[in-house]
């Protein structure tokens, strides 16, 4: 690359991402064909209902699909490499150093009889072989008073039952950004935590990753925390994308019919008069998928092909892509005519 010519090859790039889980009830397709980018220096939300497949999606990154799961096909490039070929050990290099993950339950990821210093400090003694312990544990302070820790020395020296909810989620955000990574995901980062406190670890993680200049890919239920944080929001259902695009174009103008009922469970898109409004039924169980487009038995838009063709993403823009036949020029195959009686 020329000098000075901007890299603008993406961070992360997930291409055809199938997992699935092999259970003694049968086989759960948990992601089927997931496609995404994340650019340098961009904020990415993943989005939709419990059960779509986010937080499976970001554990695939990590190559943290357990047994019986696992990665049936696809690729995950991160800085040109395809993570799924690479050895185990240079796995363990990539996770905490270049890619962090910020769990949902933050007092569940900490080690209960380790001091939260020695905690923040060990994460860069792991990952910086050159450092000791005097230095790592002088740069585990500073992190510490980052994320706006009053007393960072008197905190370091408690342990993690002794934390309110908030305080733990501020260290958890200091142990993932302390190596200074270049992807960090957050999976569900404020849900556990009440609003006031959320709008605070919001604006604390904005300012960080700006400092540090992260890529970032959000996981959340809850679109107001995409719409404050990420410029790009990839909307998920059963396991599959449905739409993708800048987070104001897809937020104002909704193209997929499950984003746009997405949108209106917001309290701000009701009336005070009007109840609150809810999509019919359920997610699908993921061990008996619905044939064809899998919002289709949900969709008040629904067509005949959608119960029996899966819908390809569709380029609306350049960065607005739709997966749903209501987009898609080819017509809807003709029924197939009445067998004559002999």
Known sequence: MAAGTPNTTPLLSVRDLIVRFYTLRGVVHALEGVSFDVGREQSIGLVGETGCGKSITARSV????????????????????????????????????????IMQEPKMSLNPVMR???????????????????TARAQALDMLASVSIPDPKRLARRYPHELSGGMAQRIMIAMMLVTRPKLLIADEPTSALDVTIQAQIIELMNALIDDIQSSVLMISHDLGVVAETCDRVI?????????????????SDPQHPYTAALLKTLPDQVDADEPL?????????????????????????????CH?????????????????????????????????PA
């Open 277 to 305: 409004y809810s999509i019919k039924g359920n997610v699908p169980s993921l061990l008996t998928p619905p044939t064809g487009c899998r919002f289709a038995p949900r969709c008040e838009h629904a067509m005949a092909r």
């Open 308 to 340: 029996n063709e899966r819908p390809r993403a569709i380029p609306l823009t350049a960065d607005h892509q739709v997966a749903c036949f209501l987009h898609d020029a080819a017509p809807e195959p003709a029924a197939e005519p009445a067998a004559v």
């Open 62 to 101: 990590l190559r943290l699909i357990d047994p019986p799961g696992r990665i049936d096909g696809g690729s995950i490039a991160f800085q040109g490499r395809d993570l799924i070929q690479l050895p185990e050990t240079e796995m363990r290099a990539i996770r905490g150093a270049d890619i962090s993950m």
């Open 116 to 134: 939260i210093g020695d905690q923040v400090a060990e994460t860069l003694l792991i990952h910086d072989k050159s450092l000791n312990r005097r």
């Open 235 to 251: 909307v998920m259902y059963a396991g599959q994308v449905a739409e993708a695009g800048d987070v104001e174009t897809v937020m």
